[in-house]
């Protein structure tokens, strides 16, 4: 078991090291996105932030008064948002046309999560917000961000590859290696939708009323 634990983890850290240059890429665009989406929250005006606020404590008031969570319906749900996620990128990193858009993407997610935790910082306070977005976003973001990046890196690396050389076979060999490794991507995805919804959602509905 150690022996196998060591593997995966010489593996990982092999997969990395030889594309480093293209995790550096993907990785600042992503934080280049958490800064405009903190960005965004701290420059909304009054009205706009006292709607944002009010739908917060709104959610945090639903979860205060529901007794059980329907479980499936929030993993079928989540398991889904995934999989358009990680289909997307995948797609769009099989063309070479397509690698702005996975840029882009990064950039989107980043934005995302730095606006969520902005918002939560902003409408609960530092204590509160950073227990709520550590409960309820980091948590599966330990999976998910890696995946996504990693997903967004092979198609990066097909990209250059494909450049170097155009030739129909390597293309093809390209195309298989992206599609495994994106699949694999994907496993640590729904991972991630399984710590959200089983780990993360009921340890915010045992705190949720201190909230």
């Given at each position: 078991?150690?022996?196998?634990?060591?593997?995966?983890?010489?593996?990982?850290?092999?997969?990395?090291?030889?594309?480093?240059?293209?995790?550096?890429?993907?990785?600042?665009?992503?934080?280049?996105?958490?800064?405009?989406g903190v960005f965004f929250v701290n420059n909304l005006?009054?009205?706009?932030?006292?709607?944002?606020?009010?739908?917060?404590?709104?959610?945090?008031?639903?979860?205060?008064?529901?007794?059980?969570?329907?479980?499936?319906?929030?993993?079928?749900?989540?398991?889904?948002?995934?999989?358009?996620?990680?289909?997307?990128?995948?797609?769009?990193?099989?063309?070479?046309?397509?690698?702005?858009?996975?840029?882009?993407?990064?950039?989107?997610?980043?934005?995302?999560?730095?606006?969520?935790?902005?918002?939560?910082?902003?409408s609960m306070g530092m204590s509160k917000g950073l227990?709520?977005?550590?409960?309820?976003?980091?948590?599966?973001?330990?999976?998910?961000?890696?995946?996504?990046?990693?997903?967004?890196?092979?198609?990066?690396?097909?990209?250059?590859?494909?450049?170097?050389?155009?030739?129909?076979?390597?293309?093809?060999?390209?195309?298989?290696?992206?599609?495994?490794?994106?699949?694999?991507?994907?496993?640590?995805?729904?991972?991630?939708?399984?710590?959200?919804?089983?780990?993360?959602?009921?340890?915010?509905?045992?705190?949720?009323?201190?909230?």
């Open positions: 078991m150690k022996e196998k634990g060591l593997k995966i983890k010489e593996t990982i850290k092999g997969h990395i090291l030889n594309n480093k240059k293209e995790y550096i890429i993907v990785t600042l665009l992503f934080i280049i996105g958490i800064f405009l005006g009054d009205g706009q932030k006292t709607e944002v606020q009010e739908y917060l404590n709104n959610f945090v008031e639903k979860m205060k008064q529901t007794e059980s969570l329907d479980t499936l319906s929030l993993l079928k749900t989540s398991m889904t948002q995934n999989i358009i996620l990680a289909v997307i990128i995948w797609f769009f990193g099989t063309t070479v046309i397509g690698i702005p858009v996975v840029f882009g993407l990064m950039i989107y997610r980043g934005f995302c999560f730095g606006y969520t935790i902005s918002v939560c910082v902003t227990i709520f977005v550590l409960i309820n976003l980091l948590l599966p973001s330990m999976f998910l961000i890696p995946a996504i990046l990693g997903i967004a890196v092979s198609g990066f690396k097909l990209y250059k590859s494909i450049v170097k050389d155009n030739r129909k076979e390597n293309i093809k060999l390209e195309i298989v290696r992206h599609t495994v490794f994106s699949l694999v991507m994907l496993v640590v995805m729904m991972v991630s939708s399984l710590v959200e919804v089983f780990i993360s959602t009921n340890i915010l509905k045992a705190v949720i009323k201190y909230f």
